[in-house]
């Protein structure tokens, strides 16, 4: 692993990664077409439903980087036969759609929940380009790979561009044949400022499975 990244497995206790499992599966297939564009906010509050534990005891692993207010994160729920996010960079993402300002976070990361067959998180100082599939970068070269896997934390810094590689661990570039287990992971925002008009969890109705 080059230093684009740092990974931590076993980045729980077992006893809070079963739990985390269980509820997020309990949610079924609760807006699962909007699963990227449901996103909170949390500011290290006392947490109110399992994912606000797993960012407290994740929190550690992040302080002493860069002041951190705050952390911003939803569910990521996918077919690695079927991926639908492109290559990007994360960002604060209604002040970019309403002024085209781009503000990143100061550390993204991702959980993962399960493995999967293919499914690799992408990481590379490369630019997304619009011109190749799923806004691939040009050079490839550069990449480091994550491999889904239980329990597993990726860390990176929030303007490097990233995306999902596809069952057989190549760019997507269309459907593939045949079906997968659904490749489960929580995306983690670690900002210094509360982003553009992101609810908390409270505030909204939504995934109440996952509650304490």
């Known amino acids: 692993m ?3 990244v740092q990974l931590t497995d076993g980045a729980l206790p077992e006893p809070l990664f079963r739990r985390l499992v269980r509820r997020v599966g309990a949610l079924g297939s609760e807006r699962l077409r909007t699963t990227y564009q449901t996103t909170f906010w949390y500011n290290f509050g006392e947490p109110t439903n399992v ?5 407290l005891a994740l929190h550690p692993r992040v302080v002493g980087r860069r002041r951190i207010a705050g952390v911003e994160w939803w569910l990521s729920r996918m077919l690695t036969t079927d991926v639908r996010v492109d290559f990007h960079k994360d960002r604060d993402e ?14 993204s990361s991702v959980f993962f929940l399960n493995r999967t067959r293919g499914g690799a998180l992408a990481v590379t100082r490369q ?30 810094d929030g303007k490097l561009t990233h995306g999902v590689l596809d069952a057989n661990n190549q ?22 400022h509360r982003p553009t008009g992101v609810p908390t969890w409270a505030e909204t109705g939504f995934y109440r499975a996952l509650g304490r």
């Open 2 to 4: 080059n230093s684009l």
């Open 51 to 55: 994912i606000e534990e797993v960012i």
């Open 94 to 107: 209604r002040l970019a759609l309403s002024t085209g300002r781009l503000v990143h976070p100061r550390m």
């Open 127 to 156: 630019p997304p380009e619009p011109d190749n599939p799923s806004l691939a970068p040009r050079k490839l070269d550069d990449l480091t790979l994550v491999a889904p896997r239980p329990n597993r934390f990726v860390l990176f």
């Open 171 to 192: 760019i997507p570039e269309g459907r593939l044949p045949g079906r997968t287990r659904q490749r489960r992971t929580i995306p983690l925002n670690w900002w210094s």
